[in-house]
């Protein structure tokens, strides 16, 4: 995972420098899970489409997460700060 995080920014940014000169290039489909790329579209100055690529029901948890455990039904002790 350490790889995706700081390695692979960097050959994506490279790729994408060559890829948004072509006018056919309008926008970057992005996972929603990683933050880099969305980032990396801001530096180019390209519209990007955010696209959660996991189950609706991850995401209604990642969502939901505050009420989940304030009403017990998530019992983490860890204090989580979600979005």
Request: proline share 6%; with cysteine.
């Amino acid at each position: 995972m350490e790889g995706v995080l700081h390695v692979l920014p960097a050959h994506v940014e490279e790729l994408l420098r060559r890829v948004v000169v072509d006018p056919a290039t309008t926008c970057l489909v992005i996972d929603t899970f990683f933050v880099w790329p969305a980032t990396m579209a801001r530096k180019l100055g390209v519209p990007y489409v955010s696209f959660w690529t996991e189950p609706a029901l991850i995401f209604n948890l990642y969502y939901h997460m505050d009420l989940l455990t304030k009403h017990g039904h998530f019992k983490c002790k860890v204090k989580l700060k979600l979005f």
